[in-house]
């Protein structure tokens, strides 16, 4: 992977014990990214899955968090906000795990003046009051998706063929996904107006997207089960969707016009 150096990294849904957690292409991508600010935005361990049988503690895990700390004592400001599979680190909001900043949500300025709410966003998310039955059935199917989907990609690996997200590829046909990622979007864009911010940074459902609406930018960082993406700001504040897997094919996402930050020309 290309060596680059950007001025902030925002990144979540890790997912740290999961088995399908995609600790490989994240290790590479962090050890290859050189940044001032780096904003983890919930879901970093999964607490959730620990809890049970199904969760896994492996070296490649906890070097994750190595690398984290490493940057962090090496100058990089990290700023973590807890989300809904590592909730018990919201008790720590306001203060610092060693050299890391925990917030409920935090304020990122860019470059350029725009300032960003960063939030996980599980706080919108409407499917954690349905039934305790159905939320389980949900779990177990999303589990069984990915789980293939791992298998899957090891062997278009293998075969050469690039990566690619079927649990992507199957939320995109489905209408009541489809539905659902709208009314979280315009919930988490709603909240965040009121903030009195220019755009909004957030993770939570797995699917990343960087767009601008009226002047407002709405991010979402993905994940690293599904996706592999980070968003990026450059140093002239401007904002990247990168898909990392892809990046490493060399059909990284570049933005487009339509991408900019609010307030800037295109270069």
Partial sequence: MTQRRVRAVFISDIHLANPNSQVDLLA????NTDTDYLYLLGDIVDLWKLSTRKGRWHKHHEAILKLILTKAKSGTEVVYV???HDPFFRHFADTHLGPVR????AIHTAASGERYLLLHGDRFDDDIYCGHFWWHIGEWLYETVVTLNR??????????KSYW???????????????YIESFEEKVIHYAREQGVQG??????????????DGFVYANDGDWVESCSALLEHEDGSLELLEVPHAQTGTHLHPS??????GRNPA
């Fill in 102 to 105: 925990v917030e409920h949500e």
């Fill in 257 to 262: 016009p339509a991408w900019q930050a609010p």
């Fill in 82 to 84: 807890p989300g809904n």
């Fill in 28 to 31: 590479d991508f962090l050890n």
């Fill in 200 to 213: 909004v940074v957030c993770g939570h459902i797995h699917q990343s997207k960087l767009r601008i609406e």
């Fill in 151 to 160: 298998h899957l990609n090891r062997l278009r690996s293998w075969l050469g």
């Fill in 165 to 179: 997200s079927l649990p992507g590829a199957l939320k995109m046909r489905s209408k009541k996904a489809r539905a």
